[in-house]
């Protein structure tokens, strides 16, 4: 029989590519997970793995368990949530990782509808960067977690995860003076060309969206201040320190001498988590919570 764990491992380094990067991720040793699926290959008693230079990567016949153990490790979550119903229905912990400006404009009134409803239910919120959601969720650190991603820079779920849509907001060019008449669209911000730019930091999807804009309308932004919290980006245009793009949950009450003008570009939030785990009570309340948490100037898609 296979063990669940070991293919859990498996599809660890399907997905990561280094017996390092999956131990790291797991909190193990690299020759604790070398020992572990050395002993998958003997209980599947074919070869999973084969050497690639100094590292390894998967025989035909372990890319093919990969697929198998993704389709047994969401019937386990979908096992595991309805044992909870059954057992009790929303309780225990729920750890949840959200973006800062979901965690201050949506969350808080999710947890206080949770509060309300569920008194057992323990959610735990961290801030995580939707570039470090799949990994978080697929290890067991977060159970649920709010990503987005934006027209021009999408961000397919990963395997293993699933999603569903929480709203869509609008985006805009944050500036010190209004936008030139004249061109419209992404064309308007080649009057900033020239001008000092304020992004988050590398690896972002907000880096990389305002990098693409910057791109489609025909220039490389330079960057001056890298900021991740968009009231503090907005607080370094009003001092006149350069342009940026905002959404629009980060740029409520933005401060004096603040022009925002809109982008024909969206940021989708979405709620995901491990594949299967979508009706389990605690996941099924909170999604019920978030949606009415939206603004309503959103509204929930």
């Known amino acids: 029989m296979l063990d669940v764990r070991r293919l859990r491992l498996l599809r660890e380094l399907a997905l990561r590519g280094t017996i390092a990067a999956v ?78 400006t979901a965690t201050r404009t949506i969350v808080p009134g999710a947890l206080a509808l949770l509060a309300a409803r569920h008194p057992a239910l323990e959610p735990m919120v961290s801030e995580t960067d939707p570039a470090g959601v799949a990994h978080a969720l697929r290890a067991g650190d977060l159970d649920v977690a709010l990503v987005h991603d934006y027209d021009l820079v999408p961000a397919p779920l990963e395997p293993g995860l699933a999603a569903e849509p929480l709203c869509e907001e609008a985006m805009y060019l944050a500036s010190h003076a209004p936008a030139a008449a004249g061109p419209e669209g992404l064309t308007l911000l080649a009057h900033w060309r020239d001008a000092p730019w304020i992004m988050a930091g590398p690896d972002t999807l907000c880096r990389q969206v305002t990098e693409q804009v910057c791109r489609t309308a025909g220039f490389v932004p330079r960057v001056r201040h890298q900021v991740d919290e968009f009231a503090t980006v907005l607080a370094f245009v009003g001092a006149g320190q350069g342009v940026a793009v905002v959404p629009e949950l980060g740029a409520t009450a933005p401060p004096p001498g603040v022009c925002l003008t ?40």
């Open 262 to 301: 809109p982008l024909p570009v969206r940021r989708r939030t979405r709620i995901a988590f491990r594949s299967g785990a979508g009706p389990h009570p605690a996941i099924a309340a909170l999604t019920r919570a978030l949606r009415e948490s939206v603004p309503g100037r959103l509204g929930a898609d």
């Open 23 to 100: 131990a790291e991720a797991l909190s193990f040793t690299p020759s604790a997970v070398s020992q572990q699926l050395g002993t998958l290959e003997r209980e599947a008693g074919v070869a999973l793995l084969e050497r690639s230079g100094r590292g390894v990567r998967l025989t035909p016949a372990g890319a093919n368990l990969v697929r198998h153990a993704e389709a047994v490790l969401e019937r386990l979550e979908q096992a595991a949530a309805e044992l909870a119903e059954a057992r009790h229905g929303p309780a225990g912990p729920l750890r949840i990782g959200a973006f800062p």
